[in-house]
């Protein structure tokens, strides 16, 4: 006996462990405000929300962060700023021997200078981030690189062979579908569009999801509409190809640029028909084997986040297994998202694997569940371990909503909803 998923919307999981609602609520409440006046120049505005709280009870600390690696730090001296008010401050730090391509953080942070009732000295209350306008544009690297290819086609394949690699394409169904390293096959799948996510609890209860009920199967339906393939060059080679996705809901060119190194260059271009609703995600979705367990990233984290629900994930460079990211709610759905990825590398413990790394940012997730198996599951204990990791390569998916759960006000707000007719994104994908 029980009433299903009701009422599992708190802050923390029913077992009282820590969720991303627990931080993102902590990161909405926090009641110290920084905002930058010249970042250059390290001027900032403090601003105490506080009701009775001098911030003189607080240490305040801050460093400076080259692609998630901490390269200067310091604490400030003890600031006397009563409730309510406000005064602008100084963080003197160096300006950094900048390289190209990399981004810049500074990142401040204020625990707690003495023990309390409700916790110890040291943790940590509040914090802020700013990017640092260090623009050192990276150039654009050579992609003319590794040895010459080898292009073997027939009526049902097309097979690019390199120096260790081989790319096979199906004709018929116009996706990737092998992609071997050292003889070792790195898809279980195909690496195909995906345009639906495992229904959260907000789109079942919200009807969103039976109103976008278009987009779920969309990605099985796909028919060839063009294929065409060119040599650049004797170690660069293209792969065009337009597909219809269900008739007429939306037309997807993808073009794949392979080069001697290994390296393929997607580019994803969607047009979707103006009578269509809005769509719930736009991106790829590839099943390695289930060895590729080791994860690192540069974006939001360590926690998910999603559009609307992400300040509390600070960019970053972070690592861990896929297994243990997934974050396990009592009802299986979409989870475990990670937004404003730079890269990711996913390896084995021998260190292969490979590289995604974006055009654009991008919204990205490794989970060692299908979405097909999410999607239908019950309970966590439904969930089999079929050895698998499930790779989305995203370049947006819509918000998860919530302000209710049982009406269409409980839908994302409309900021975060996908109602744009053409998207585009680029992505590399490297073998390591």
């Not at 371990?385 to 947006?396: A, F």
Request: hydrophobic share 35%.
């Amino acid at each position: 006996i029980n009433d299903g998923d009701f009422c599992l919307n708190g802050v923390v999981f029913p077992d009282r462990s820590i969720k991303s609602a627990t931080w993102e609520f902590k990161k909405v409440m926090q009641n110290i405000e920084v905002k930058p006046l010249d970042l250059l120049t390290g001027k900032l505005k403090l601003i105490n929300s506080y009701g009775f709280t001098n911030l003189n009870e607080f240490n305040i600390s801050w460093e400076i962060q080259e692609e998630g690696i901490v390269i200067a730090k310091g604490v400030l001296p003890v600031i006397n700023l009563g409730p309510k008010e406000s005064k602008d401050i100084f963080i003197n730090y160096k300006t950094p021997a900048t390289k190209p391509g990399k981004e810049y953080y500074l990142k401040v942070r204020f625990t707690l200078a003495r023990n309390t009732k409700w916790a110890p000295a040291g943790h940590e209350v509040a914090w802020e981030e700013f990017k640092l306008p260090f623009n050192v544009e990276e150039k654009e690297a050579d992609f003319n690189k590794g040895r010459d290819l080898a292009i073997n086609e027939s009526e049902n394949t097309l097979v690019v062979k390199g120096d260790r690699f081989t790319y096979n394409f199906d004709k018929q169904s116009g996706l990737l579908t092998s992609w071997k390293v050292d003889e070792n096959e790195l898809f279980k799948t195909p690496l195909k569009p995906n345009f639906w996510r495992a229904s959260t609890d907000n789109d079942s209860l919200c009807g969103t999801a039976k109103r976008l009920k278009i987009w779920r199967n969309a990605a099985d339906k796909l028919k060839v509409e063009n294929i065409s393939s060119a040599k650049i060059s004797s170690k660069i080679y293209k792969i065009e190809v337009v597909h219809q996705i269900a008739d007429t809901v939306a037309t997807l060119k993808t073009v794949y640029t392979i080069n001697g190194e290994g390296k393929v260059k997607v580019d994803y271009d969607l047009n979707i028909n103006p009578k269509v609703p809005e769509i719930v995600r736009i991106g790829m979705q590839v099943h390695l084997p289930g060895e590729y367990d080791q994860m690192r990233w540069f974006g939001r984290g360590p926690h998910e986040s999603y559009e609307d629900k992400k300040i509390s994930a600070g960019v970053g460079l972070y690592k861990g297994s896929v297994k243990k990211d997934f974050v396990s709610y009592a009802m299986p759905q979409e989870s475990s998202n990670k937004t404003e990825v730079r890269w990711m590398e996913l390896k084995n413990n021998t260190g292969k694997g490979l590289k995604i790394k974006g055009q654009n940012l991008l919204s990205m997730s490794a989970i060692p569940y299908s979405q097909k198996d999410l999607q239908l599951a019950r309970h966590t204990y439904d969930l089999e371990d079929k050895g698998i990791v499930n790779l989305n390569i995203d370049l947006i998916q819509m918000g998860l909503g919530g302000d209710n759960s049982w009406s269409p006000s409980g839908e994302p707000h409309k900021q975060f909803m996908l109602k744009e007719k053409k998207y585009t994104y680029s992505f590399t994908i490297n073998p390591l």
